[in-house]
């Protein structure tokens, strides 16, 4: 799975994929690794439907939340409005 993520950024799934990393790191005890992976989903996926979750594990681990890259926020946004004026054709 490390590989999907650093290979293909731009999969429209790597935000699933850093969030089960997330999930192996943290059930495997080693929070500081699962942090990485969930702030990677509030850094480069800001407008992911795991960024919720993503920040309250960063909040109980009490690590600091980092924000959103804007490049990826405008990155994103552009991606959201194509899918949505490919269902008008």
Do not use: C
């Not at 495997?28 to 996926?45: C, D, Q, V």
């Not at 600091?64 to 946004?77: F, H, N, R």
């Amino acid at each position: 799975m490390t590989t999907i993520a650093k290979r293909y950024p731009l999969f429209s799934k790597s935000d699933k994929v850093l969030w089960m990393l997330g999930d192996i790191f943290e059930k495997s005890e080693h929070k500081e690794i699962a942090s990485i992976y969930y702030g990677n989903i509030l850094k480069n996926y800001p407008l992911s439907d795991l960024t919720t979750n993503a920040k309250g594990k960063l909040v109980a681990f009490k690590v600091p939340v980092p924000q959103p890259d804007p490049k990826a926020v405008a990155w994103m946004t552009a991606e959201q409005n194509a899918r949505a004026n490919a269902k008008d054709w």
